[in-house]
């Protein structure tokens, strides 16, 4: 015993060290506790794994050391998550993001670059003129098919809180979002501005409109949008859907679903210091019929959605993920397809069934290919234009 | 298969270093053969066929020469041996850089530029391999008992890839009396997982610093700025080197190896001389051995003394790779070298010893400039910013807390007189001394691992997907 703790140094390095090893035996172990040990549960997805092609080529170029390394790291279960949090959580306290896509500003209020580069004007612009068009096709079909649509512009964070940026920069005299506003007046489109909703919200209350930790729109700043779109959507519409209204906000300090994304993102060993996270609480009008939508979008329309659903102002609906995967509002659930690509197959299931089309776009990403894929597919299902473009209106 | 990879350190390592003490002794060596061939043979997989056969002509020069009654075949033997290795060494490093310097002739001779990749650790291993041919004609030792125990000298793999350079002579005794114990255990795990910290807490860190800096066009660079850079830099290099180092000795301990020590606080040497006995002492100490001093050494009149130096500093730039930034840094140091052998030596313990550290620390971030440039444009650039304080500078790039404080650390680490704080500390502390050393440096261990595993997660954003 006495020699045991005389080494008691070199018994820990030992354990430290083996840790990661005995994740990878444990995961052959048929028990619970074992299995527990050897799974790593880390937010977040990274590229799939090189596969292991053995080969005298591959060994010669190093592939084959490179993806076995990376599949026995992989491996190396709890242990690795625990390194990996306490390492994340140094690096938090010190003021740096040990994800690259994230940063870390003033207050320590965490960003995603894309957004930083879109307001600073790093990124290649779009062509507004050709996007706006393409929207306005898309309008005039969904209309020929007798169902409402409207057009949301989600807000990006970066633009709502340019000041909290770590490294301040100029912003761009000229964004997306600005030549693809003009661009949409020229056309007569309902058009939902997330970006003005936020902004008016920011302006007139003292609650954040988007959490400290999250890079999406919280409560406060997507109420607008939904009410918003209610409204035009009952425009469109013969029989008005049920109306939703905010009665009252709650500020707690507990951040659900994607309200800390970024946060998770960063794989903290702890939950963050508490700070303030605004819930709405909603009051359906009795009156209208919950709308049976068809949303296409982006990460954005996850909120929008589950408070229509929450609060029964959401009939059966789909949700194509950035016209990819498909999401099921059905019965009060919601069902999550994992598989991508399926949103073009289903569409003439879905369409046909619809009363009203959201197509949605974040201000950074008014090029996203999800839009022209959504064209495609559309003309493909009504038979209309050709070459996957739908004739002008 | 590199020192900080999770590979490594979770799965190899304690495999290794856990057979090792556990097995026979009589099989120890064979074990680690087979073991540093697997490690050499993971980053290199054809070259490491190339050293074997290499190192197995070693072994027939070797023979040769102790067999040889006449000291001319004697002499030819090592210079065949020799010029093997040489061959080897500038074959697979600088054949791109002899043509680049040649272009015109060889374009004119219609020669393509040949491709050669350069082998990993080529540098060390000839070196190493060279000694032996030099110690076994010298008489210093005798040759190698067996191709295994040479085999481990040439593969041990904690000093394979970045050294530090072993001396035949000095490895002979402790590989045929390969033995480990509970001690050489702690104490190398120990000394590894200072070089781990060193290395990744710090010095890959501030290396963030550096990179970003020697990237600026020169036009952008401000006098802050570059020095900001170049500290960075002279933070770096020490502590990436000094910490792979340790991770070596640390590691060959734990397998019941004692290798020399390679830095001795570089930054608190006073003059260049005194520099080169505390900055990669295992290189300076190959080239006074088995360059210098068979050059004539300081036994030749005071102009070869000069020319000696200079060309040995001159081999020590190109050794360190295949560039003219490289063969002016060597001459750059070989000139203030001289400078001390000159009269500067005599100079120094005129100054208060704070004076000559800084001074020569001064110098020394100088020549790093030199040494980190792509070019010497780049580095004509450099240091044109670090003396033009004046003008309009550019903004400091922005730096992150952590960057910061390992910066500082690293400079503050640097300039410390460690062992005779570790001297006052065993003094006033006693025995809580060591154990509170063990507690930081397992905390530090915790943190460097989880920085290991970090570069192998990188998240996408939207995790959805």
Redesign the interface.
Known sequence: MKAITR?W??I???L???A??AAMVARAIPLKGPQRFSVAK??????TLPPIEPSLAT??S?AL?AS???A???R?GQP?ET??????G??YA???S?????VIGQNRMLY?T?YIDDWCGRGTPIDAEAQAARIARIVAAVKRAGKAFVFIISPSKVALYPEGL??PCTPAVSRDYDRLRAALDRYDLPVIDGHRLAQAAKASQDLPVFNRDG?HWNDISVYPAIRDTLAAIGEQLDAPPRRLTLSHVDVDNWPFD?ED?LAR?L?LPITLPVYPSPHGRFTASPEGTPPRLMVVGS?FM?QFLRILSMNKALGDSKFY??FS?IVDFRDGGIFESKV?FQAAPDLPKTFPLSNAVILEANETALGSPHIEAFETALAALTGEGANGRLPDP | MQFTSSIFLFLFVPFVVAVNATMPAGWRNTFLVVASIFFYAWGEPVFVLVAIASSLIDMAFAEAIVRSRAPRLRKLWLALGVSANLGLLIYCKYTGFLFDNLHALLVTMDVPRPEVILPLGISFIVFEKITYLVDVYRGVCGTARSIRDYLLFVFLFPKLLAGPILKFHEMKGQIEHHRVTINDLEEGAFRFLQGLAKKVLVADQVAVLADQVFAMPPGELGFATAWLGALAFTVQIYFDFSGYTDMAIGLARMLGFRLRENFNQPYLAVGFADFWRRWHISLSTFIRDYLYVPLGGNRVPPWRVYLNLWICFLASGLWHGASWTFVIWGAFHGLFVSADHFGMRRVWPLLPRAAGIAITFFLVVIGWVLFRSASLAQAGGFLAAMVTPWGDAPPLPWVQLDTALCLVAGLVLSFLPLGAMQHLGRRILARALPVAQQLVMLCFAIWAFGRVFTETFKPFIYFRF
């Open positions: 080494h140094f070199l820990a390095v030992a430290l060290v083996l990661p090893a880390l937010a977040g997805v990274t590229p060994l010669r190093g050391q076995v390394a990376a026995l790291t992989e190396m690795r390194y990996i949090r306490i390492n994340n140094i690096a010190l003021g740096r040990t994800v690259p896509s994230i995603e894309t770590p490294e890079i994607d994304d993102l794989n990460s996850w993920f950035y995967r991508p």
